[in-house]
């Protein structure tokens, strides 16, 4: 049903974009370009404009048109705009095609298409969101954050001008906030969302983007260095933050939860091998010991695994147990 459901939308959005409209032949030959019909014939046509008709209130208009040896065109006239929305990789595309064209007419029609999307960290952001309030069968328990929408304009702006901007922030852990203007480098997402970003120095800062208040533009150039390969900086720690030095962990899980394990992609470096008891050894090479301790706290695996090396891990991680202890009031 699923798939039939996505076929009828697509074949809907093609009627739709179509200038004069589409006839029964060149709508059939369109969907089996697409892979939505197989060999097909015109009576499927027939039966997915009658569906989409009555059973999602589209309208189809028809008109004959004597170029056409008087065959009709078909063509949706109220297709919801909702539907048009872009994927991530789809609206990636466009900009890269926007900026390899000469023609300033092709240019300008594709900034056209992409004014109409909200940023693409914002979808990120609000997509599952958007299941949990649209749907009856799913949900979320864990906190959840709130990013202003026009903030989340003003970033993407920046990163993609290459301008900086100037907003009030106070980390979760200071007793103020100040005024900050960076230069913007890119966005991470984990339970929380985040911008990277160059202020005072070479060395990236992460900043919650919740956090961040009173967002301004600006017109000044960033100081964005243009060799910093951000997905690899990125890629370098076990989790958001990257205040330590490099570290190869090694850990190893029961049996019990092995089944479970070798489905998780905990890092890019990771390496995992099936011992002969059927428990697995995770290998990583990252920065982020905090935030791989915290992984370890997950209660998926919590207690059915060991630390082999190094042995900072396994000190860090002991303290941390022994200091979570002060919660307890006694």
């Known amino acids: 049903m699923a798939t039939k459901f996505r076929s009828l ?18 709508m059939l030959k369109r969907c089996q370009e697409l892979g939505l019909l197989g060999r097909g014939s015109i009576r499927t046509i027939d039966r997915w404009i009658e569906e989409l008709k009555l059973n999602f209130n589209f309208e189809i208009t028809s008109h004959l048109y004597a ?43 594709i900034s056209k298409v992409l004014a109409t999307q909200q940023p693409l960290s914002n979808q990120v952001l609000n ?9 009856s069968y799913a949900s979320q328990i864990a906190p959840r954050s709130k990013v202003d929408n026009q903030y989340m304009q003003i970033v993407e702006e920046a990163i993609k001008g290459y301008t900086k901007i100037r907003f009030k922030y106070r980390s ?12 913007p480098i890119g966005l991470i997402f984990s339970r929380f969302g985040y911008l990277v970003a160059f202020y005072r120095s070479k060395i990236p800062i992460v900043y919650r983007l919740d956090l961040l208040e009173k967002v301004q533009a600006t017109d000044k150039p960033s100081d964005r260095d243009e060799e910093f390969n951000f997905q690899k900086w990125s890629e370098q720690s076990f989790g958001i933050f990257h205040g330590d030095k490099t570290f190869r962990a090694e850990i190893r899980f029961s049996k019990k939860v092995a089944h479970s394990v070798k489905n998780i992609n905990f890092h890019s470096s990771q390496q995992m091998r ?50 979570s202890l002060d919660a307890i009031e006694v």
């Open 9 to 26: 939308i697509i074949f809907a959005s093609e009627l739709k974009s179509s200038r004069n409209g589409m006839t029964k032949k060149e």
């Open 67 to 109: 170029d056409d040896k008087n065959q009709r065109r078909y063509k949706v006239t109220n297709f919801p705009n909702e539907m048009f929305s872009l994927s991530q990789e789809e609206r990636t595309g466009l900009e890269i095609l926007k900026e390899s064209l000469s023609d300033e007419n092709h240019k300008n029609a």
């Open 127 to 135: 997509d599952l969101s958007e299941l949990i309030d649209n749907t």
């Open 172 to 183: 979760a852990n200071a007793e103020k906030s100040t005024i900050q203007e960076v230069s």
């Open 274 to 323: 099936v011992n002969k008891d059927k428990s697995i050894t995770l290998i990583v090479i990252c920065k982020g010991m905090r935030e791989l301790i915290y992984e370890l706290l997950n209660p998926l695996y919590f207690g059915e695994f060991k630390i082999i090396q190094p042995v900072e891990l396994q000190k860090a991680y002991q303290d941390y147990l022994l200091s």
